[in-house]
């Protein structure tokens, strides 16, 4: 015999939900994003899609899990399509070969993908860092206020950053 399950919850009942997981559903985005700005939007998404989907939720009682598991999935779709248009902005910002011949092309376009590689395999925090400084062009201020770091911090892990590219792009110079 099945047990017996919650009731589905109710239009009248959501505003409860969200007062009560905002919080978790945050913490799960930020652990992934380390943006607040980057982080409220994935809640704002996640509770949408909740509220779209309030009539198919079966058991009340499972929709924590439920919104935890969509804020994930939408923060590493939200973090993958930065890394996509970081690729892109990399690939715009390399200067032209002034001929315009297929090497140069092809080069440039493989010193992108080569940057993009070392990029994916630092921390995210300091990739993130990385990229709002050099590809967003971002102040350290701004930076460090859109990542909730200290000034310092950034820094540090800017400077860590280019030394890794430095380092793994050496066969590039």
Request: hydrophobic residues 45%; charged residues 20%; proline residues 5%.
């Amino acid at each position: 015999m099945r047990a017996p399950t919650a009731a589905p919850p109710q239009p009248a009942d959501f505003a409860s939900i969200v007062r009560r997981h905002t919080p978790l559903v945050h913490a799960t985005a930020m652990r992934v994003l380390h943006s607040h700005a980057d982080a409220d939007d994935v809640v704002q998404e996640t509770f949408l899609a909740a509220w779209t989907h309030l009539g198919s939720i079966v058991d009340a009682a499972a929709i924590g899990g439920w919104l935890v598991t969509t804020a994930r999935r939408r923060s590493y779709d939200r973090f993958s399509g930065a890394a996509a248009r970081v690729t892109g902005r990399l690939d715009e910002s390399t200067p032209a070969a002034e001929d315009h011949a297929p090497t140069g092309v092809t080069e440039r376009a493989s010193l992108a993908q080569a940057a993009t590689a070392v990029l994916t395999t630092m921390p995210a925090t300091q990739r993130r860092c990385w990229e709002l400084r050099h590809v967003e062009q971002l102040s350290y201020r701004e930076v460090a206020d859109a990542l909730g770091l200290p000034v310092s911090t950034v820094r540090g892990m800017l400077v860590r950053a280019r030394a890794t590219l430095s380092r793994e792009l050496a066969a590039w110079r």
